[in-house]
């Protein structure tokens, strides 16, 4: 048995050595398999990455030698395609690399590309630290692309964030550094970037900003030009010196962490104010170039929205820029020719002139004595309360929107407070009582303005003026009358004419801009895709429209904006200095104001101005029209741009309905027929919302009562009377008509009593109606008969004749004395008898038809 068992395991053993070789075989096989896989798969990657690469780079461009040493200008087209001026190829002091301080080079180096000597156009370490540094210093204090990058980007590329712009940014890098020294490469860059000022160049900036050549400006000038290329506009030390500063410190902070200077020599560079040390106005360069205030609206917006260098990248820009209205534009902020009385050289104005249906920018107006290119532009860059236009944008637009509040809505002028409790009031510390929201525009009054925006709500109000543009980052209730304050510091002309537009454009919204479309160096167009956008109803646009048409009307507060002949909707706004800020600028006038605004429109032009002065601490006083130059302003430009051309009224739309309604009614009701016309107002109302009750207040015109009429037999005049029952004491007239039977008379008076001549024998009948506001009573009516008089004859005998001949004494009896008096009688008598003497004493009537001479018939029967 165990030789049986020796013999079976032995046979098993050695079946497992028999199997074993043969696993190990299965096992190194599929090894193989992965391992070729991955093989090929690299082969594969490879081939795939060097394919891939191949293709991104295959249109890079070519390594021009111009390129690298001169910007493209871009040019800039009038809105009829003529060229109006280039940028970016103007003011250039070229420098080369020996004539470069080593302290500029130094500053260039720590902030841009410490490691410039030591890569070969790209540097992963430079990338990995420029992470870090954004970290401990803050963001911007370091970028991740090497110097030789961006003067690839700044000559070949656009700016564009692609992987194929990155790939081709770094393949032409290293094919700079292999055709080009370092120092040849860092001379490109010194020359090329934009320093702000319409500016390329270190050199340049230096000339600018401190009037020096490059080897005299101290580390602390250095330092701030050389942290200017990442964001040359915001860290201009002319315009942003506080930012410029900062930026500054920063550099000189990464010159001391890659040992270029010591910590004492970064300390006391660090603690020179930059305001202190540029250029003094009076001494910097005057901006000659023409259209400068629309250029930097042109500038701003391509940077924006592209990723362009408009100063380097050879752009054709079609603007929407009219030199018409611009050269008017700059006229009235610079001319001598008095076009608007200045009260003195630094007030201000900023203007905005757009296209109302398109958003289009016409004008810009920068400032008043500009002294520095791409200074401060008070059209785009003020941030100014706008005191009450507002109003339209976040009380009385979103009322009638979500309330659907018609242009009669009642509210009363009142003292209020904020819900907070606070108080405040109008502008003259008056109030007026109940009026319609037409009229509280109309005036400006402040209470009813903050009542509407507590009635709508904050968030929808926030909601509606978003969607206009206006840049709001929260709402109080104060912000209905124009208070900015917190994060929403204020707004700008060219933002609330954008707003203003949407209202004169049946609710349609496009923000203003100043580009139309972009071709590049290659021919390829980029159009806007600016679209306009439904912000609110039509019947809310145009109720709005209506309703700010009335502040140009006598009483409103904008009179002076007024173009004869043209329909032009518009408000007026100022703003208010608190008691703190009076006392502690010494501001004694409570009259004086640190803002001034008018916005307005056209079916046409919109335009916003904003007057003042560059500190809120400079108040513009009462004294003449100081504060009514933006209204002035805005007529100048307004009835020139609209010179010659048809300039349509605002139509009323499908959505709107006119109704009549009783004025003083809180709520308002309508009309009824009775309701004199001197109580009613025609005003809009949302189709649909408007009131269903009609005034009982009237009832009908009630008619003249107790009319009679009365004849004088001694004046021979009839006299007419009657009442007239008037407890309101109303201005009332009465229509008076007469007719005798053969003809009309009418006569109007306000007099209850009529006296006419009266015709013996004719029948009078009388109407007279009450007329209160061109309404008319029912009639009140009488009549009278006049009676004709009785024939009386004289008699008288004649002495010779046989008492029928009538003699030349002979008078007319009563009345009617019958026969001839001169020798008419049948007898031969001499004299006329003592009828014709009677007769003749008689006065004479007067009758229709019937001579007055006195004759009578010596007697009854003498015919």
Not at 331 to 346: A, C, F, Q, T
Not at 451 to 460: I, P, T, W, Y
Not at 499 to 505: E, P, R
Not at 660 to 669: L, Q, T, Y
Request: aromatic share 8%; net charge neutral; proline share 6%.
């Amino acid at each position: 048995m165990s030789e049986q068992y020796k013999s079976r395991e032995e046979r098993r053993k050695k079946l497992q050595s028999k199997g074993k070789p043969k696993a190990k075989k299965k096992s190194g096989g599929l090894f193989k398999k992965i391992f070729l896989s991955l093989v090929i798969l690299g082969i594969v990657g490879i081939i795939t990455g060097v394919g891939t690469f191949a293709y991104l780079v295959k249109d890079a461009p070519a390594l021009d030698p111009k390129l690298l040493k001169d910007p493209i200008p871009s040019k800039i087209l009038d809105k009829d395609g003529k060229p109006i001026t280039e940028v970016g190829a103007v003011n250039r002091e070229y420098v080369n690399y020996k004539d470069i301080p080593k302290q500029v080079e130094n500053a260039i180096l720590a902030t841009e590309d410490y490691r410039f000597y030591k890569h070969h156009g790209i540097d992963p370490i430079r990338l990995g630290g420029a992470v870090i540094a954004n970290f401990q210093h803050g963001f911007g204090a370091e970028g991740g692309s090497t110097i030789t990058q961006q003067v690839v980007k700044n000559s070949f590329l656009t700016h564009e964030k692609t992987l194929k712009r990155k790939v081709q940014e770094a393949w032409l890098s290293y094919k700079l550094e292999q055709q080009y020294t370092k120092h040849q490469i860092f001379e490109m860059y010194v020359n090329k970037v934009f320093v702000s000022q319409n500016s390329h160049g270190i050199a340049t900036a230096a000339k600018i900003y401190y009037g020096k050549e490059l080897k005299d400006l101290t580390l602390s000038e250095a330092a701030q030009i050389a942290g200017m290329p990442q964001s040359p506009n915001n860290y201009n030390p002319f315009t942003h010196p506080d930012l410029a500063e900062k930026r500054r410190n920063i550099v000189l902070t990464l010159m001391h962490q890659h040992g270029y200077i010591t910590k004492e020599q970064m300390e006391e560079a660090q603690k020179v104010s930059v305001a202190s040390t540029v250029l003094p106005p009076d001494q910097r360069k005057v901006d000659e170039d023409p259209y400068g205030a629309f250029v930097d609206a042109v500038i701003d917006e391509v940077k924006a929205t592209t990723d362009f260098d408009i100063f380097t990248d050879g752009l054709t820009i079609y603007t929407t820029l009219d030199t018409n209205a611009q050269d008017q534009v700059e006229k009235i902020l610079n001319s001598k020719e008095g076009i608007i009385n200045y009260p003195d050289d630094e007030f201000q104005a900023g203007i905005a002139l757009l296209d109302t249906k398109t958003g289009e920018i016409r004008a810009i107006g920068g400032g008043r004595n500009q002294q520095v290119k791409r200074g401060f532009n008070y059209a785009i860059d003020t941030q100014r309360q706008p005191g009450s236009t507002i109003k339209p944008v976040l009380d009385y637009g979103p009322a009638i929107e979500y309330l659907n509040w018609g242009t009669y809505e009642m509210i009363e002028d009142k003292p209020i407070t904020y819900s907070t409790g606070k108080k405040f009031g109008n502008w003259d510390q008056k109030y007026k009582g109940p009026m319609t929201i037409r009229t509280a525009l109309q005036l400006s009054r402040n209470t009813p303005a903050v009542q509407a925006l507590q009635q709508v709500g904050l968030d929808r109000a926030m909601g509606f003026a978003l969607g206009l543009g206006i840049p709001l980052k929260e709402i109080y209730e104060s912000y209905a009358i124009g208070g900015f304050g917190g994060k929403t510091v204020g707004v700008s002309p060219l933002e609330m004419a954008g707003a203003y537009s949407a209202f004169g454009n049946n609710g349609l919204y496009t923000k203003p801009h100043a580009i139309n479309k972009i071709k590049l160096r290659d021919g390829t167009m980029i159009s806007s895709d600016l679209k306009p956008k439904v912000v609110m109803k039509d019947s809310t646009a145009f109720m709005v429209t209506d309703m700010l048409k009335s502040v140009l009307v006598s009483p409103g507060t904008g009179t002076r904006a007024k173009v004869p002949g043209l329909p032009i909707a518009g408000k007026t706004g100022t703003t208010n200095y608190t008691d703190e800020e009076m006392k502690k600028w010494n501001i004694k006038s409570s009259s004086s104001v640190p803002d001034a605004w008018f916005t307005g429109y056209t079916t046409n032009y919109t335009a916003s101005i904003w007057t003042g002065y560059k500190d809120r601490s400079t108040p513009i006083t009462a004294v003449g029209d100081n504060q009514r130059i933006a209204q002035l302003i805005f007529k100048n430009l307004m009835a020139y741009v609209s010179k010659d051309i048809e300039t349509p009224d605002f139509k009323i739309p499908n959505s709107v309905q006119k109704v009549r309604i009783e004025k003083g009614s809180m709520p308002p009701v309508l009309a009824s027929e009775y309701t004199p016309d001197s109580e009613i107002t025609t005003e809009y109302a949302v189709k649909g919302h408007a009131p269903k009750k009609v005034s009982e207040k009237y009832t009908k015109l009630e008619a003249p009562a107790n009319a009679a009429a009365k004849y004088d037999e001694v004046t021979k005049n009839i006299t007419l009377t009657w009442n007239y029952n008037n407890p309101k004491n109303l201005p009332v007239t009465f229509e008076i008509t007469v007719n005798d039977g053969s003809a009309q008379k009418k006569y109007t008076q306000a007099e209850t009593t009529l006296m006419i001549p009266a015709i013996p024998g004719a029948k009078y009948s009388f109407s007279i109606i009450a007329i209160v506001d061109n309404k008319r009573s029912d009639p009140a009516t009488t009549a009278i008969e006049i009676p004709t008089p009785e024939i009386d004859q004289g008699n008288g005998n004649g002495n010779n004749g046989d008492g029928n001949g009538n003699g030349n004494g002979n008078g007319n009896g009563n009345n009617n004395g019958n026969g001839n008096g001169n020798n008419n009688g049948d007898g031969n008598g001499n004299d006329g008898g003592d009828g014709g003497d009677q007769g003749g004493t008689t006065p004479p009537a007067t009758l229709p038809g019937t001579p007055s001479s006195g004759q009578g018939s010596g007697s009854r029967e003498s015919f």
